[in-house]
């Protein structure tokens, strides 16, 4: 019987190879690292001929919940959300706390007219629409040719 010894490309720095593996998985593991990790929401953004489309993926939220603030060229989007959980049984009491946030910052053009926009929160979606400054926007003309 031959025994193969697997270090998968790692050096084993531990006294205990077994407990390095283990808490190697731990640290991998996605669910464990799905909480570590910050959270912010996907954002899609699109320019059409007159505006500035910015979408944000943010589920589970109220339009109470988000604070959009400019300051200069910067658009920044934040969302609070705490919840508390309070269980009470015959011997037993038990209170979780859910607390999560985010912020965004875009910076907006100079084409961007910041006097104009606007922000709606609908099935979990975020919209800014900001306005161009009319000088901006695409001009299509036919030149004629003498």
């Given amino acids: ?18 407990f390095s593996d283990v808490f190697d998985s731990l640290i991998n593991d996605s669910f464990l690292s799905d909480k570590l990790i910050a959270r912010v929401p996907a ?67 100079e084409s961007a007219d910041q006097s104009k926009i606007d922000a709606d929160y609908a099935d979990g979606i975020l919209k800014l629409t900001i306005a161009k400054k009319e000088e901006a926007k695409f001009q299509t003309r036919e030149i004629a040719v003498k």
């Avoid at 910015?54 to 705490?82: Q, T, Y």
Wanted: hydrophobic share 35%; proline share 4%; charged share 30%.
């Fill in 1 to 18: 019987m031959t025994l193969v010894k697997f270090n998968n490309g790692h050096k084993n720095t531990s006294a205990n190879p077994f």
């Fill in 43 to 109: 954002v899609n953004i699109a320019e059409t001929e007159n505006e500035f489309h910015v979408e944000l993926a943010v589920p589970g939220l109220k339009k109470e919940d988000f604070k959009i603030n400019l300051d200069k060229n910067v658009l920044s989007v934040a969302a609070e959300k705490k919840a508390e959980n309070v269980e009470e049984g015959k011997k037993f009491s038990k209170r979780e706390y859910s607390y999560n946030s985010f912020v965004r910052s875009f910076t907006l053009p």
